[in-house]
């Protein structure tokens, strides 16, 4: 007899009690968490490798069976799954229980890894030592706290997209950025690095060195790649490193621009970056936390902004401590590098307000004062500043700072301790520079956006409840309009449970991709022409 569950209702069922697989679903992903919290005690395992190996697959197989059962007698297709009825996912006690125990293993991992048996000169201890064997195999070197926290990363991405893939199974646009994810985040982000820091010394490298380089990072997220000791490590490592410096300088002025041309910023947010794979698989149960409110909106812009502004402020006076002032020595010195920065900005900023002002609308007054603002620092940075020093700031230690709050407290701590009380891309949506930059680029040129079929919208609110960034997809929907939003990343999940196929992600022509006017006949294209040219 089938088990299928052929309910059609919208709303879901309360969820029902764990089934015994599940049980020993949960048994088994905690006797692998269980091993790992041993070893954070100092309990000390005769063979780490093998121990790691049945850790790290306990915690696999667990997440996988589990999801398997949460699924198997559910019928392809949308799937609300009582997300508000489980305390876990409807900021309740476990919610919170989670975000505290995240954002408190955040703060241990970025400041305190001694606390995890990080030893400078001698051999690791605790949990960073139950990860040496696999380190060591890798790249040659004992592990770090990054290098647990990478394994763990790629463990978590693997784990929770197989979940994903089942969950979204009939959706083929979810298989594939899911897979895609997955893919970039085993290979570019942890294996390829790892075998990248192998070379290094190697006789293919001419006894040189390789910088560790995660591939798919591009400024602004990787804050110090244009660093001194990057600069030096790059160059000192022949044509392979000089390559990779180039490659990171033409990611930000030319593939990142063309690709979001032709795909929007979904190319990146939802088809290769980390922070978003995450977000997407191990980050799902939460996605219907995000603030929807206009308060929340206007927030958004305020501090996404301000991020834009703050990084490239830092960025440009952490390239701008290491340059020379000697003309008949440096082709690039401190001045002209400051008024390239400017002149590059003031033409970015005189296209957006000549051409763009309308689609821009009030983030147009945003964008004036955050180019204003950068004017006046890098004049400001010229006059205020001297050897060694940004303004009244040691150079070492502005960089420190730009690190701690950015790299550390918004897309650590803050970004994914947060998931089970402001939603999986809080960080996306609040904080990441990359996010920002790529939506300004997404508003501006890109051909991608979301058609609607305002005709067909039966205004269940599927779409706005599932979307991660706080969009109210409905309002849109039910007036016909198209979809393009700055900080829209193109997860498709808007699509992905709208019952009656009202959402569609298109690439196409730049005419007509933003119509502000009020539709409630559908979307016949014809008509909607005559329409709003009366």
């Given at each position: ?8 209702a ?13 049980k ?5 992903g905690m006797s692998?968490?269980g091993i790992m919290?041993l070893a ?9 490798g093998?121990?790691l190996?049945?850790s790290?697959l ?8 589990f999801?398997w ?5 559910k ?7 009582g997300v508000?009825f489980k ?9 919170w229980v989670?975000g ?10 970025y ?13 690791n201890?605790?949990?960073i030592a139950l990860?040496d064997?696999?380190?060591?195999a ?14 763990l990363y790629?463990?978590a991405?693997?784990?929770f ?6 969950k ?6 979810e298989?594939l950025?899911t ?7 085993t290979a570019?982000?942890?294996?390829i ?8 010394g190697?006789s ?6 390789l910088p560790?380089y995660?591939?798919k990072?591009?400024?602004?997220l990787?804050y110090?790649?244009?660093e001194?000791?990057r ?8 044509e392979?490193g000089f390559?990779l410096?180039i ?7 030319v593939i990142?621009p063309i690709l ?6 979904r190319w ?9 794979g995450l ?5 799902d ?9 206009t308060f ?9 902004h301000?991020?834009v502004?703050?990084v490239?402020?830092?960025?440009t006076?952490v390239i701008y ?5 000697d ?6 010195t401190?001045?002209?590098f400051?008024i ?5 900005l003031?033409?970015?900023f ?8 309308e ?6 007054q945003?964008?004036?004062i955050?180019?204003?603002?950068i004017?006046?620092?890098?004049i ?9 020093n940004?303004f009244l700031?040691?150079s070492?230690s502005?960089r420190?700072t730009?690190?701690f709050?950015i790299?550390s ?7 994914t301790?947060?998931?089970p009380i ?9 904080g990441?520079p990359?996010?920002a930059i ?5 508003r ?5 956006r979301?058609?609607t079929?305002g005709?067909q ?7 706005s409840t599932?979307?991660?960034m706080?969009i109210?997809?409905?309002a849109y929907?039910?007036k016909?309009e198209n ?15 709208c019952?009656r196929?009202?959402l569609k ?5 730049l ?9 409630l006949?559908g979307?016949d294209?014809?008509?909607m ?5 009366k």
């Amino acid at each position: 007899m089938s088990t299928v569950d052929k309910s059609m209702a919208l709303t879901g069922q309360p969820p029902a009690s764990l089934s015994l697989p599940q049980k020993l679903a949960v048994v088994l992903g905690m006797s692998g968490l269980g091993i790992m919290l041993l070893a954070a005690f100092n309990i000390n395992f005769p063979q780490q490798g093998l121990w790691l190996s049945v850790s790290l697959l306990a915690l696999f197989v667990g997440i996988t069976l589990f999801s398997w059962e949460a699924y198997k007698d559910k019928q392809p297709g949308i799937k609300n799954d009582g997300v508000w009825f489980k305390s876990v996912s409807s900021r309740g006690l476990w919610g919170w229980v989670a975000g505290i125990a995240l954002t408190g293993f955040y703060i241990v991992l970025y400041f305190y890894p001694q606390y995890l048996g990080l030893v400078n000169d001698g051999d690791n201890k605790g949990v960073i030592a139950l990860f040496d064997p696999l380190s060591k195999a890798l790249s040659g070197n004992p592990a770090s706290q990054w290098f647990v926290y990478g394994t763990l990363y790629t463990v978590a991405i693997l784990a929770f997209g197989i979940k994903f893939l089942w969950k979204y199974r009939h959706n083929r646009y979810e298989r594939l950025r899911t897979a895609s994810v997955m893919f970039f985040q085993t290979a570019f982000a942890f294996i390829i690095p790892e075998l990248m820091a192998r070379l290094n010394g190697s006789s293919v490298l001419n006894g040189g060195s390789l910088p560790y380089y995660d591939l798919k990072n591009i400024w602004p997220l990787n804050y110090y790649n244009f660093e001194s000791y990057r600069i030096k490590g790059f160059l000192s490592s022949g044509e392979i490193g000089f390559a990779l410096l180039i490659f990171g300088i033409a990611s930000i002025f030319v593939i990142t621009p063309i690709l979001t041309y032709k795909y929007g910023k979904r190319w990146y947010c939802s088809w290769v970056c980390g922070c978003g794979g995450l977000a997407e698989t191990a980050g799902d149960a939460f996605r219907q936390l995000s603030d929807k409110s206009t308060f929340a909106w206007k927030v958004e812009r305020w501090v996404i902004h301000s991020v834009v502004v703050f990084v490239t402020l830092m960025t440009t006076a952490v390239i701008y401590s290491y340059l020379g002032t000697d003309t008949s020595k440096y082709w690039l010195t401190k001045s002209s590098f400051l008024i390239g920065v400017g002149v590059f900005l003031t033409l970015v900023f005189g296209w957006a307000m000549l051409f763009k002002r309308e689609q821009l609308q009030k983030d147009a007054q945003y964008g004036a004062i955050g180019y204003f603002v950068i004017i006046l620092a890098l004049i400001g940075m010229h006059f205020f500043s001297g050897e060694g020093n940004v303004f009244l700031f040691k150079s070492e230690s502005l960089r420190k700072t730009y690190s701690f709050l950015i790299g550390s407290i918004f897309s650590g701590v803050i970004g994914t301790g947060f998931y089970p009380i402001f939603g999986n891309r809080v960080w996306c949506r609040f904080g990441c520079p990359m996010a920002a930059i790529l939506g300004f680029q997404q508003r501006m040129f890109s051909k991608f956006r979301i058609t609607t079929n305002g005709g067909q919208c039966i205004s269940c609110g599927n779409c706005s409840t599932y979307c991660e960034m706080g969009i109210d997809v409905r309002a849109y929907a039910q007036k016909g309009e198209n979809i393009v939003r700055s900080s829209c990343v193109g997860c498709g999940i808007c699509s992905a449970v709208c019952p009656r196929g009202v959402l569609k992600l298109e690439n196409g022509p730049l005419e007509g991709r933003i119509d502000s006017n009020q539709v409630l006949l559908g979307n016949d294209v014809d008509l909607m022409q005559l329409v709003n040219k009366k």
